[in-house]
């Protein structure tokens, strides 16, 4: 047996070896590990929600997804992060067609695929399986371009397996002792992977007796910023609102941007917000702007008082371009019509309300650990998922939530616009 973990396999540039990247085993092999390690995103975009059939079947293709990923070559590898960066984000430039260069989205879906190709690619330049495990369980803290949602243990989030750090380590070793061990001796992986199983994988975190309730309004992207709809946006949030009420919820929590506005400029809207909120607590998502800068906010109105909690972490490529100044002025001019980057909180808010206290978090921050500083008890989480529907995005963005509320014993009430708005716990 090799002991010599950082033993390098030094690529070739032969036309021979060329050719191994385009065999048709070596594709399916690469493809076949994507489906695995994709497959529980999936199953629940296509409305399985067993919950035992969901944790075996994941906890099966997360065994044998991540196996392939320890034992095969890396010319599989190099397709393996091609499939899964296709299969997992082939959504990330749908947003080019609010922008008019729509035809840049297939550009973008294969600039995506082979990135992760590459990172993959390189893993495999690593023949020991051990070191792979090593380097899968650093992944998570890889944040290209401060793009975080490639996380490998998410795969797990709906298994036997639990997700914590030291989990997916165990789990990790348990594949990679099956994959060095003669066939006589592999038994032995059953003990670090038993080591890694959750037995509490379907329990979830007390609810308040808060009676809240989450709008799942469904605006098209095309139509949120158009100001011939402004008037029916705000009436019908308003009629949110009061059915709300009658309804006896606590609080209701809006969606991302749903008042498309600035809204702190907005005096006489404002006004009938807080009059309302003396009948309920309001969350709603708007812009807001401090006479300079423009921010992506929540604003929260309790018993007539106003709160405004501003966005901390922004969206890569689209609240801001995480490139050198004039690189980003120039794509923000040429591909946003010279939009520029949103500005941003110091630090995450914990808002104390009547009902409660609560971590804001806006959209995509939800899905990083920075938000989660102290382990909050509990967050509202608005998005605005029309940017990406209809695809796989929300139901991604889900598990990503699911994962991050396991991780830090935090109920996440989600309210989302062409998205999956609910309570994960």
Known sequence: MDINIFKI??????????????QLRTIATGLLSAL???????LDYFGLHHEIAVAVLTSLSALAGFYLLLTQKRAALFWSGFFIGLLWFYWIGFSFRYYGVGYLIPLMVLFVAFAYGLFFWIIGLFTHPLMRALLLLGFSYFHPMGFNWFIPEVTLVHSFFGIAKWQFALFLLGLTVAALLPAK???????????????????HLPLPKTKIMLTDSDVDQAKKWDEAYLPETVNNNIADILDAVNEGYD???????????????????????QDLSKDIVIVAGALYSD?????????????GKVYIANKVVLVPFGEEIPLPKFIAKWINDTFYNGAEDYHTAKKPVDLKLSVGTFRNAICYEATRDELFEGNPKQMIAISNNAWFTPSIEPTLQKALLEYFSKKY??????????????VIH
């Open 9 to 22: 396999e030094k690529p070739t540039w032969s036309k021979a070896a060329f050719k191994d990247y385009l």
């Open 36 to 42: 695995l390690l994709s497959l529980f995103i999936y």
């Open 185 to 203: 001796y592999k038994i032995a992986a059953i003990l670090p992977l038993a080591l890694a199983i959750n037995p509490a994988f379907d329990t």
């Open 251 to 273: 609080m209701v929590i809006l969606d991302e941007s749903v008042f498309p506005m600035f809204l702190n400029t907005d005096i006489n809207l404002t006004k009938q917000l």
């Open 291 to 303: 006479g300079k800068n423009a921010y992506n906010s929540t604003y929260y109105f309790d018993h």
């Open 409 to 422: 014993g935090t109920v996440i009430y989600h309210s989302a616009n062409k998205g999956i708005s609910t």
